[in-house]
């Protein structure tokens, strides 16, 4: 019983390329209907932070996008003008994003009850 691996010849790897850059340029289109059809203007900002996640303290680009009111983060990245990280961000660095809109994030703080021991909380309802 031998293992059958496909072979991607250098021809099926461009084609699949250029079926993939085509759907990309496909995008910009679809956000001219989406603005036609009376959606929310959608308004991106640019910032500049510290990371705080490690010890290094990264330089930050953050990429915010204000819909319908509500400012969300988009992208975190590396400050390509910073000379410490120099545009590179780490991994636990990209991961705060996820992190900050996590579902299961603590967001009040937890409130021992009376009577209980020590490590068993409850939350502030």
């Not at 461009?14 to 956000?31: C, D, E, R």
């Not at 910032?47 to 705080?52: E, P, V």
Request: with cysteine.
């Amino acid at each position: 019983m031998g293992w059958k691996i496909p072979r991607l010849s250098r021809r099926t790897f461009l084609k699949s390329a250029a079926g993939g850059t085509g759907l990309s340029l496909l995008s910009p289109i679809g956000g001219v209907f989406s603005k036609a059809a009376g959606k929310d203007p959608i308004e991106t900002e640019t910032s500049h932070s510290i990371c705080n996640f490690c010890s290094s303290l990264c330089n930050l680009k953050i990429t915010t996008e204000n819909r319908g009111g509500r400012k969300r983060i988009v992208k975190l990245a590396g400050n390509p003008a910073s000379t410490l990280n120099r545009g590179k961000l780490c991994a636990r660095g990209q991961s705060g994003l996820r992190q900050t809109y996590d579902a299961d994030r603590i967001k009040t703080p937890l409130i021992r009850v009376e009577g209980s021991k020590r490590g068993v909380y409850a939350y502030p309802w």
